[in-house]
């Protein structure tokens, strides 16, 4: 018997680009402190890898996985292969980099404006560890990279939306809120009068 498959439509695991609101699970990965952080292949590197689950609309339970590296050994430890001098600074900056994503994370999180240096903020931007992210829901502006080396176009998180940017999904709460002016021009109950 001959089986047509023409007409099966493919199944698109990927979503498409737009911004999302994602819930984290973070993945443990055996390294760093408690265990958290996955070693990279070039065996310095420790990055945070983060399955980000779409929470509402089209998409919800689709997932967007992201690698952020936090820390890089720097150190001579003769169990470490030896550092490129050519490629130390774009280490460096791939871990300082890593931390600023991690911080927009939090801030879009907790809805903190990034200049936000408050108290409550900077106490906010402390983690215990890194799996106080677990759970942690934040907005993100997801695109679509190109597949290559064998594998198929994935889904990546282009950048965090925080509140300080205009895709940053505000709760409209200026239409319950009333202006001085408009609690002024109350017309004030006029007690003198006998009331029927």
């Given at each position: 018997?001959?089986?047509?498959?023409?007409t099966v439509k493919p199944v698109r695991d990927l979503i498409p680009p737009g911004v999302y609101r994602l819930e984290i699970t973070v993945k443990r990965g055996g390294a760093g402190d408690g265990g958290w952080l996955r070693l990279a292949k070039n065996q310095?590197?420790?990055?945070?890898?983060?399955?980000?689950?779409?929470?509402?609309?089209?998409?919800?339970?689709?997932?967007?996985?992201d690698y952020i590296?936090?820390?890089?050994?720097?150190?001579?430890?003769l169990h470490?292969?030896?550092?490129?001098?050519?490629?130390l600074e774009n280490y460096r900056t791939s871990a300082r980099m890593g931390l600023v994503k991690l911080r927009a994370i939090i801030d879009?999180?907790?809805?903190?404006?990034?200049?936000?240096?408050?108290?409550?903020?900077?106490?906010?931007?402390k983690?215990?560890?890194?799996g106080d992210l677990h759970g942690l829901e934040f907005?993100?502006?997801?695109?679509?990279?190109?597949?290559?080396?064998?594998?198929?176009?994935?889904?990546?998180?282009d950048f965090v939306i925080t509140p300080d940017l205009p895709d940053y999904p505000h709760a409209d709460v200026a239409q319950f809120k009333r202006t001085l002016e408009q609690e002024m021009n109350d017309a004030i109950p006029d007690f003198s009068k006998p009331r029927h």
């Open positions: 018997m001959a089986i047509d498959l023409n310095r590197s420790l990055m945070l890898e983060l399955e980000c689950k779409v929470v509402g609309g089209d998409y919800a339970g689709k997932k967007v996985w590296t936090v820390e890089f050994d720097e150190t001579d430890a470490l292969p030896p550092i490129d001098p050519s490629k879009s999180a907790f809805a903190l404006d990034p200049n936000d240096d408050s108290f409550v903020a900077k106490e906010k931007r983690l215990a560890s890194y907005y993100a502006q997801v695109e679509e990279r190109p597949g290559r080396d064998s594998y198929g176009p994935s889904n990546t998180i």
